[in-house]
């Protein structure tokens, strides 16, 4: 079956940084696009950013950008979200999930999902 583990959250200080990564089986990873979503203690879930099949990458929150990066490795079936800079407001449990649609950035468009992994950053 599919499956997408996220791994690399913590507690940081704020400035720090830290990169997760979030390794998916069960399908062609190379054809999927993916993303990272996130939800703060009282907030919905957001996307934060996205990765397309040939590498292209795309946001949404204009807080991140400039200090978050996706990357994805084909070979090994893995995106990765390296988080700079982090501030108190990063703090969130931060999900992936893969879709087969071009830029995806609504939830529902996405069909598989990790169960996610805390990053707290701490002032």
């Known amino acids: 079956q599919v499956q997408l583990v996220e791994s690399g959250g913590g507690l940081v200080q704020a400035g720090d940084s830290l990169r997760l990564s979030c390794a998916v089986s069960?399908?062609?990873?190379?054809?999927?696009?993916m993303g990272w979503f996130r939800q703060a203690p009282g907030k919905d879930n957001e996307f934060v950013v996205g990765?397309?099949?040939?590498?292209?990458?795309?946001y949404d929150e204009e807080s991140v950008k400039g200090r978050f990066t996706i990357s994805r490795d084909n070979a090994k079936n893995t995106v990765y979200l390296q988080m700079n800079s982090l501030k108190t407001e990063d703090t969130a449990v931060y999900y992936c999930a893969s879709s087969t649609y071009y830029y995806p950035k609504q939830r529902d468009l996405y069909d598989f999902w990790g169960q996610g992994t805390q990053v707290t950053v701490s002032s």
């Open positions: 990765i397309s099949r040939s590498g292209s990458t795309y």
């Open positions: 069960g399908l062609t990873f190379s054809t999927y696009t």
